[in-house]
Every structure is written in structure tokens, then in C-alpha cells.
């Protein structure tokens, strides 16, 4: 059963574009989904011209016309982004507006019925919020969309574990302040309820502090003390298993060396420090706890290096293949295999 993905050019000041191309240009991209590139043609031979690929294309007026198996790449021409209209590697709003109106049309596709996932090459979260997309992030975004209510959140997934927040998006200052135990809940449930999802039956979950080698016992803070342990401490009797909180230093050397299939973090660049040194060019972000399918590069647009034709796409084809095996998982009520 082979799902259909549609498939998002990013921000057109980026590299997407060329990811995307890059992307389709492997045989593997279409023997386990079939894709619809939704987004400007323009855009779409701008990333050819950037990749220095040609891809055969054909545009159609339905996303139904995915399924039909030939070799051209199905491409529904939004007709809304000139290239010529904005300048490559800077911030611009208005990108970012039509960034974001194209996610939404894409969602009210899936929400439909009629796309069983999205994956979309990176896009500039700043220049989503200047162009009126009022959200601290896509994932905030992509919950009001889809009218979730209940904890969600933002998954990385690199091949050696995947980590889940207790906060994201937010000032550190304020992120202290919200690590409280029903976040801290929501986050660990959040990770049960994936990475059982991914075929993990039995899934080992460790969770870091907050303070510098945990607080010390209270000398550093004691958050651990107060909140993080007895939390953890009262969901494992309720029969949600972790193991910690264990220091930031020491935490994902465990993960590293295969002890957990997750790790539960306070906040988020104690997490993402971890992951993009690990596997940068292999991370993934998935919009966990939603309806919808969403799955991006864990990087960004990397405006330093658009236009040359460098840009690596093994993230991009990774998030490809959890975008993929995450609708078939949903489309067969059957665990995710691998990733």
C-alpha cells in the first residue's frame, strides 16, 4: 500500500527547492509513496537549476492525478511564488506568508482525505511569523489547523534516538517556569505513544534535568528535587516507564550507546545540541500527536550555501522516508518499521 505524499518546496529563499529535486532524483523516492509536488513550477525549476538536475514533471489539476504511475513527477502549479520577486539567502515576510498559505492548503488536503502525508523542505520560522503567520513555530501552526486538542509537540529523530520536550519554542527564561509535571507528562506519553508507533513494544525512556549535573542535590536547583523526580516518580506508578532525570552531559551518552530509544528534555537546545551533532545531515522533525503527517529536515534554510548546488539531501530524504512509513503505519493500523 503506497501512500501519497505531498511534497512542499520550502521557503523559496532557501535551499529547498534544491532538496526537493535532489530528493527525486533517487529511484528509492517513489517505490514506496506516490508524491505530488505542490507549490509553484517556477519554484520547482528553480531547484533544478540550483541542483543542476533535470527532473521529468507534469502538471496536473488534481492531487488524484498522484496516484497515476508514470514517470514524470506530478506537480500541482499553485502559481503563487515568482522566484524573480525575492532575493535568495535573506529573511523576506512575504515568502513567508505564501510558505505558509501553501502548508495550509496542503493540510486542508489531508484533512480531506486526499493526502495521506506532508513532508516539507525547510522553511524560515521568522519569516512565517513577519508574514502573518502569528505562531512561535510550524508545529503550534499545524495544531490549530488541524483543531488538536491534547499535548503535541515537536520529535527529532536521528538514527540513534529521538527526543520529545517538555518545552520548545519559547525564551530560556521562560522555559524554566513551564517545565511543570503536566508538560512533563505530556511529554513522556507523547514518547510512549510514538515510539510505540516506531515498533518499539517495550520503549526505554530516559529523561534529563534541568540543572547543571542535575541541581547537585538541590545546590545547582532544586527543580529535580521538586518537580522532575517525584513527577516521573508518580507516572511510573501509574505505569509510564523513564528512566532519570540523569544530567544533560551524561544523558545522551546513554542514548548514544543504545540504553534509550528516547530522551525526554527540558528544553530545547538540550536537545537539539545533542541530535544535530550526532546526525545533522540524517535528523528529522516530526510534528508529533497531530491527525496529519508532518515530517521536515531537522536543519533550516541554510542561506549561506543557496545557489551553489551543495546542499546535502540525506536529511531531507530522511524525512521523507518517516513521512512515508508514518502514513503507511496510519493507513494499515500497523507499527512504523524503520527509519
Known sequence: ??????????????????????????????????????????????????????????????VSEGLEQTDAVPLLDLKNIDPALYERGKLDAESGRLTGETLK?????????????ICFAPLNKAALHKGGWNYHDEHQMFAAWTDHSGY??????????????????????QAMDMVKPDRIEGALTLAHDTMRAF???????????????????????????????????????????????????????KARRGDFDAVVIMYHDQGQIATKLLGFSSGVTMTGGLKTVYATPAHGVAYDIVGQGTADVGAMAAAFRVATDNAVARMTKQPVLAH
Open 105 to 117: 492548503y496542503m493540510t486542508d488536503l489531508a484533512l480531506a482525505g486526499r493526502l495521506d502525508g
Open 199 to 253: 515498533g518499539k513494544t517495550s520503549p526505554r525512556i530516559g529523561v534529563a534535568a534541568l540543572n547543571p549535573h542535575g541541581g547537585e542535590n538541590g545546590l545547582f536547583g532544586d527543580e529535580e528535587i521538586t518537580i522532575i523526580r517525584p513527577t516521573l516518580e508518580a507516572l511510573r506508578a501509574k505505569g509510564l516507564s523513564s528512566e532519570g532525570p540523569f544530567p544533560s552531559d551524561t544523558v545522551f551518552i
Open 1 to 62: 500500500m503506497k501512500p501519497l505524499i505531498g511534497l512542499m518546496l520550502g521557503d523559496v529563499t532557501g535551499i529547498g527547492p534544491e532538496l526537493v529535486v535532489k530528493l527525486l532524483s533517487t529511484p528509492e523516492a517513489r517505490e514506496k509513496a506516490n508524491v505530488v509536488i505542490i507549490g509553484d513550477a517556477r519554484v520547482f525549476e528553480l531547484g533544478m537549476k540550483d541542483a543542476g538536475i533535470r527532473i521529468d514533471y507534469r502538471l496536473v489539476n488534481d
Open 152 to 173: 503535541f509537540g515537536e520529535v527529532n529523530i536521528i538514527p540513534q534516538f529521538s527526543t520529545f520536550r517538555v518545552t520548545s519554542h519559547v525564551a530560556l527564561r
